[in-house]
């Protein structure tokens, strides 16, 4: 896959609102059949769309996700049929930058209420440190995050070309964010219910908070700060909570990484005492298992929560983020 077209910024925010969109579609079509009455017809772009306008939403809402479970949402080629779904939509939920073809279809489509999810707080460039980089020199590193601080239009690159990382869902304070601005353009799209999707917006920022703290006291005594990931989509976690991620070979789950990049990790490892490399479930686990056998780590799943599947583990958000700090908690030596 070619990361760099995933890059603009408006791209993430696009993604984002199609994440929605995306899981709108896939269970509208379910309650289309059942007929949806006078719901709320939600398109969410992907996952984390969809589980903020499942929340919010609740009973008045027919959310449909673009993206369906076990699709790797960066790749996404959407059908002609959901492109129509989108222009029948009440509301889009987004994140541009992650999903091309869903930003572009939104464009296309018309729909008033759309909410871009990178515009409901504040995105930021991670260098290389934080989110990994495919090059094996450190002066390159430092030119490319020379080049991201005077760059702002760019999205799901993180510190390749420069640009605004899209995975704000993965720091739940983020995500809380987010998650008010959501409730607020659905409480405007449909004001009869404003009262509930206040109070289910309330419930759900509870509920991040709750696991921002968990966090912040899981991984406050750790013996070591660094983790190594296939998939550099931790930059806002592991700025929240202190960490560094490496990435092994940027944004693209897929991507092999360089043979300088390779021996740059084994020195990362060895210097800063990381333990274990983490894949995700919707990607393969070849480039993480092949590092971990010639550095001697342990592999492990860190998930960045891009679609459900029986493989996640857990059945939401919530709890997948649970798992995620257990793992963590482990992976770096939690006391």
């Known amino acids: 896959m070619n990361v760099r077209r995933l890059i603009p910024t408006t791209a993430v925010a696009g993604a984002v609102v199609l994440g929605l969109t995306a899981l709108s579609a896939c269970s509208t079509s379910d309650a289309a059949d059942g007929g949806n009455g006078d ?21 008045h809402v027919a959310v449909t996700s673009l993206t369906k479970p076990g699709v790797e949402p960066h790749d996404l080629e959407l059908t002609p049929r959901q492109i129509g779904s989108i222009s029948e939509s009440d509301h889009v ?32 460039n991670h260098g290389a440190e934080v989110s990994g980089h495919d090059h094996g020199h450190e002066e390159e590193a430092h030119e490319d995050e020379a080049h991201e601080e005077h760059s702002e239009g760019d ?14 869902w993965l720091d739940p304070v983020k995500y809380a964010e987010v998650a008010k601005g959501v409730g607020k353009s659905l409480e405007k799209a449909d004001p009869d219910h404003a009262a509930d999707y206040k109070k289910n917006t309330e419930a759900l920022v509870g509920a991040l908070n709750k696991l921002n703290t968990a966090f912040e006291t899981g991984l406050k005594n750790t013996a070591t700060k660094t983790f190594i990931t296939t998939h550099s989509a931790f930059g806002y976690l592991a700025e929240r909570y202190g960490l560094t991620q490496q990435g ?23 210097k800063e005492k990381a333990t274990t490399v983490f894949f995700e479930t919707l990607a393969s686990d070849r480039t993480a298992k092949t590092l971990a056998k010639d550095t ?37 030596g939690a006391k």
């Open 296 to 332: 001697g780590l342990r592999t492990d799943v860190l998930d960045p929560l891009e679609g459900i599947t029986k493989k996640s583990q857990g059945a939401d958000y919530i709890e997948v983020m649970e798992s995620n700090l257990a793992a963590l908690q482990k992976a770096l």
């Open 248 to 270: 092994i070979a940027g944004i693209d789950p897929e991507a092999e990484p360089t043979p300088a990049r390779i021996q740059e990790l084994h020195s990362v490892a060895e």
């Open 93 to 124: 939920l987004y994140l541009k930058g992650i999903q091309p073809a869903v930003d572009d279809a939104i464009v296309q489509s018309g729909v008033k209420n759309t909410v871009d999810a990178a515009t409901l707080t504040t995105l930021e």
């Open 39 to 59: 719901k709320l017809k939600v398109t969410a772009s992907f996952y984390p769309m969809q589980f903020l306008a499942e929340r919010i939403g609740g009973e």
């Open 155 to 168: 999205g799901h690159n993180h510190g390749e070309e420069g640009g605004a990382d899209p995975h704000i």
